[in-house]
């Protein structure tokens, strides 16, 4: 708290002055804080939605080698049992006269 003695009227004027300077300062300073504040949210918004992104770019390409996978299983199944079928197939029996 500023107390001014003299009764000059140049007196009380710059205090008047340095007051609203020191609330406009402090005015200035909260707002500056706040817009940093939303400035870094918004980068981490921003960098929230990049690795989304990615993960869902990732998420993609983890279910092509998926469903590529499930394809060559079938494919070698497929040719398993076409060879556990000549392996156990009954042989032809053959005649001789």
């Known amino acids: 708290m500023l107390v001014v003695i003299f009764s000059n009227n140049n007196v009380l004027c710059n205090v008047s002055l340095y007051l609203e300077r020191n609330k406009i300062q402090s005015s200035v300073k909260d707002k500056f804080q706040r817009i940093l504040m939303i400035a870094k949210s918004l980068n981490l918004n921003w960098k929230l939605e990049k690795k989304k992104k990615e993960l869902e770019t990732r998420r993609l390409e983890l279910e092509k080698h998926e ?27 053959v005649y001789y006269d």
């Open 67 to 93: 469903a590529h996978n499930e394809s060559e299983r079938n494919k070698l199944a497929e040719e398993m049992e076409g060879v556990w079928c000549l392996l156990f197939a009954p042989s032809p029996l």
